[in-house]
């Protein structure tokens, strides 16, 4: 059980395109999810929080207009990359719980963007 | 100082030793604690949860929290080269998001 899935795992995309990525979770209703980036031997940094139906909550330095956040239902959350840049070049990761932000968070598998 | 501190790596034990791994937190009331395991290039994988002061064991992992010294930890019994990864310690502070520490990295040698 609580198994969460990403979409794709991977993204090859020149410089100025924008990027989506798709984070669901298969077996159960999330009431958060969360969004991470971790650069190369580095730890986790949470780029946002969102709840279903609400805006989505982001970290101090993490750009709202380039990092866009829809949390359509209780299953799908998409993280948008606009404009992306060689600099956005990172694994993505998202996370689903589900009694809410404090709770046990369930990752997916992670999308890796390669900005060229 | 950050919220939560993991020991140093790496961390190297032999194939069938015990790996103990420590963690400390700063925020007194918080009342969720997770271990994650991750290997290299995938996402995080949850390991245990623990919210009550004492030992919680599952298979070969067992995590011990004392909330009054602000401490938790898990040991790793008979340790395989599968469980080479890093370990990362996570706290609920509060009722917002999980804080991570900066993971800890065991190498299991066979």
């Known amino acids: 059980g609580a198994v969460v899935s990403q979409h794709p795992s991977w993204v090859i995309c020149k410089s100025g395109t924008s990027v989506k990525i798709e984070c669901r979770s298969l077996d159960f209703q999330a009431t958060t999810m969360f969004w991470y980036r971790q650069f190369p031997k580095q730890s986790l940094m949470l780029m946002a929080t969102s709840n279903e139906g609400s805006k989505a909550t982001y970290e101090q330095g993490v750009e709202k207009d380039k990092f866009l956040i829809n949390h359509a239902s209780l299953t799908l959350s998409t993280l948008t990359v606009t404009s992306a840049h060689p600099e956005d070049s990172s694994f993505y990761i998202c996370?689903?719980?589900?009694?809410?932000?404090?709770?046990?968070?369930?990752f997916g598998p992670g999308t890796r963007l390669t900005v060229l | 100082q950050k919220e939560v501190e993991q020991n140093s790596g790496p961390l190297s034990v032999p194939e069938g030793a015990i790996a103990s791994l420590n963690c400390t937190y700063s925020d007194r009331v918080s009342q969720s604690f997770f271990w994650y395991r991750q290997y290299s290039g995938k996402s995080p994988e949850l390991i245990m949860s623990i919210y009550s002061n004492g030992d919680k064991e599952d298979g070969r992992f067992t995590a011990q929290l004392n909330k009054a010294s602000q401490y938790v930890s898990l040991l790793i019994r008979d340790s395989q080269p599968s469980d080479s990864a890093t370990y990362l310690c996570?706290?609920?502070?509060?009722?917002?998001?999980?804080?991570f520490g900066a993971g800890t990295t065991v190498t299991v040698r066979a």
């Open positions: 996570a706290v609920n502070p509060n009722d917002y998001k999980l804080s």
């Open positions: 996370s689903a719980s589900i009694r809410g932000p404090g709770d046990t968070q369930y």
